[in-house]
């Protein structure tokens, strides 16, 4: 059984070893002089005139984290709909298609939900 997930093992055992090859080679040839202009900070090619560590409102966060839920549950559905046809031809039973409707029923409650705290207004 492990014997199947081999070529898994090689691809990601290839890729860290391209990685680490990459950041050595990288240390060994590449130039290392820094200076005094070198070092400072350097953001989008302005030289930054105020602190970076700027407050944004929780507004920002909320509608962040409620993106990445509704991406999440994005990547849920797309394995279900992939074997949604086949599950029904071999089964016969309509039990997936109620998981998913309860499962996009919770979504719907949440969205709603959130619609009616504000949480999507942008000020």
Do not use: C, Q
């Amino acid at each position: 059984m492990l014997i199947d997930y081999l070529p898994l093992l090689i691809v990601f055992l290839a890729a860290v070893g391209f990685s680490v090859f990459n950041w050595g080679l990288s240390h060994l040839v590449g130039p290392s002089n820094p200076d005094s202009k070198k070092l400072e900070v350097y953001e989008s090619g302005v030289t930054p005139d105020s602190d970076a560590r700027l407050k944004f409102s929780i507004k920002f966060y909320i509608i962040s984290m409620i993106f990445i839920i509704f991406d999440i549950e994005i990547v849920f559905m797309y394995p279900w709909a992939t074997v949604f046809k086949d599950f029904l031809i071999k089964t016969g039973s309509h039990f997936i298609f109620f998981e998913m409707a309860t499962f996009v029923l919770i979504l719907l409650v949440g969205y709603y939900y959130a619609w009616k705290k504000g949480a999507l207004e942008w000020e």
